[in-house]
């Protein structure tokens, strides 16, 4: 009888470590990749349609030992993707967290930026998501960047 209750509680404890993601949870994914998609391609159609109405969009800039935010209009990094350049803007991502809540959604990924293959730059991405009539879409994201002490 202990050796049933036994591998009655490892079967629970694997059983929710092997937990399918949910629709939600791909939904969320998909918009943040496309996202970066319609980055790496020029597709300035694919990565607006991430976006909800009135998003914000923000980095944190580091000089001199400083902190500042800067807020970067989301039409114009848009019409940034979408300008022809002969550049392959390449932000490769690994998803660390998603938290859902109903119609809310946090995501934080870890990332690499590169320039065609050449690399530029690290941090994190921090997304806030809305689940509306268009499904998900960001409202807010914020990021930092850094040269060094990135992850391999």
Not at 99 to 102: A, E, K, S, W
């Given at each position: 009888m202990k050796s049933v209750f036994v591998l009655a509680l490892i079967?629970?404890?694997?059983?929710?470590?092997?937990?399918?993601?949910?629709?939600?949870?791909?939904?969320?994914?998909?918009?943040?990749?496309?996202?970066?998609?319609?980055?790496?391609?020029?597709?300035?159609?694919?990565?607006?349609?991430?976006?909800?109405?009135?998003?914000?969009?923000?980095?944190?800039?580091?000089?001199?030992?400083?902190?500042?935010?800067?807020?970067?209009?989301?039409?114009?990094?848009?019409?940034f993707i979408g300008t022809p350049h002969k550049q392959k803007y390449d932000e490769r991502i690994v998803f660390t967290k998603v938290?859902?809540?109903?119609p809310l959604a946090s995501v934080w990924t870890d990332y690499k930026f590169y320039v065609d293959e050449q690399f530029s730059h690290c941090g994190v991405n921090s997304f806030q998501l809305v689940k509306g009539e268009k499904g998900w879409q960001i409202v807010y994201i914020i990021d930092t960047r850094r040269k060094d002490q990135c992850k391999s």
């Open positions: 079967c629970a404890f694997f059983g929710q470590s092997l937990k399918a993601q949910s629709p939600d949870e791909d939904a969320v994914k998909k918009t943040v990749n496309n996202l970066f998609l319609g980055m790496k391609t020029g597709d300035s159609t694919l990565a607006a349609s991430a976006f909800a109405p009135n998003s914000i969009l923000q980095t944190i800039v580091s000089k001199d030992g400083k902190n500042t935010v800067r807020t970067e209009p989301v039409p114009e990094f848009i019409k938290l859902i809540d109903g």
